[in-house]
């Protein structure tokens, strides 16, 4: 997520109407921004419109802070249902991943922050098992082990200990590589928007334990991985990023495990970086990935 220069993002949606793109491009160009990438996106379904701006922060004569003053003013004209952000590349995004006992995800994601091609402060892993402490105390990274009881309120209170050591870092981002628990609803409320998780199917197909079993007994020609917000309704919230990958009748389940995780890995590092680069806009069950 690095760039050449330092960078102010926007990211907005609004209802669509007549003059959005000249009314911020104008706002722009008064403050003499110098705008290097620009999306957008109208969806007719619901009439919502969506763009995200990256405006060279060496071309603007004050700081982010004051673009976020001066832009507010613009959001309000563009109604009061307008949902918008403004992020400086320079702030370092925060990271806390939440595992379980596989490790492949969180192998991936720790050789990508090790060799600066994921460019984040990874604050913390926190696992339900100790199997991966060693892996990542060898890149740096506290590592805390959180036993989950079987019982509902040792559950609970292990949840509640997650939720500790996690928002001690203040992340942009909780990423569950393969975490193996199911958060609880109060918990995907207060993470919303920042909790993403990898399932190792193409969602909605497969949802739940053991997808590739599914998929092996169903005889599919694809596997696939989803990347996605978590939320309360198990697997179903606005998905990020997927892929597949092609299977054939020769495959038992230990080779679609085998392949799938390959997927798993680029599509949760891929969902990752566009979170963290502000690229993703979600409305409702879906997205716009920019």
């Not at 603007?60 to 249902?81: I, T």
């Not at 402490?133 to 082990?145: E, K, L, M």
């Not at 909780?174 to 399932?199: K, S, T, Y």
Request: include cysteine.
């Amino acid at each position: 997520m690095t760039s050449p220069e330092r960078r102010f993002v926007i990211s907005l949606g609004c209802p669509d109407a007549t003059g959005i793109v000249a009314r911020i491009g104008a706002f722009i160009a008064d403050a003499g921004g110098w705008i290097v990438e620009a999306g957008y996106h109208t969806d007719p379904d619901t009439g919502w419109f969506f763009t995200r701006q990256e405006i060279r922060a060496d071309s603007l004569p004050f700081d982010v802070d004051e673009l976020r003053r001066r832009f507010s003013s613009v959001a309000e004209e563009l109604g009061s249902r307008t949902s918008w952000r403004v992020w400086d590349t320079a702030q370092r995004r925060r990271v806390v991943i939440l595992a379980s006992k596989e490790g492949h995800c969180l192998h991936d994601l720790l050789g990508r922050i090790g060799s600066g091609e994921l460019d984040v402060d990874l604050g913390a892993v926190i696992s339900n098992h100790e199997r991966l402490g060693p892996i990542t105390r060898a890149h740096g990274v506290p590592f805390h082990h959180v036993p989950f009881p079987s019982d509902p309120e040792g559950k609970s209170a292990a949840f509640e200990q997650v939720r500790e050591l996690a928002e001690k870092h203040d992340p942009h981002a909780i990423v569950l590589a393969r975490f193996m628990q199911v958060l609880p609803p109060d918990l995907c409320e207060r993470w919303l928007g920042r909790a993403i998780n990898i399932h190792h199917s193409f969602l909605p197909s497969f949802a739940g334990a053991r997808p590739y079993h599914q998929a092996y007994e169903r005889g599919v020609k694809l596997v696939g991985a989803t990347c996605h917000y978590v939320t309360a309704e198990l697997d179903a919230g606005p998905i990020v990023e997927q892929d597949v990958m092609r299977v054939d009748h020769a495959d038992a389940v230990p080779d679609m495990v085998r392949k799938g995780r390959d997927l798993e890995k680029l599509v949760l590092a891929r969902g990752l970086r566009w979170h963290l680069e502000d690229r993703v806009l979600v409305y409702g069950k879906r997205t716009v990935v920019f």
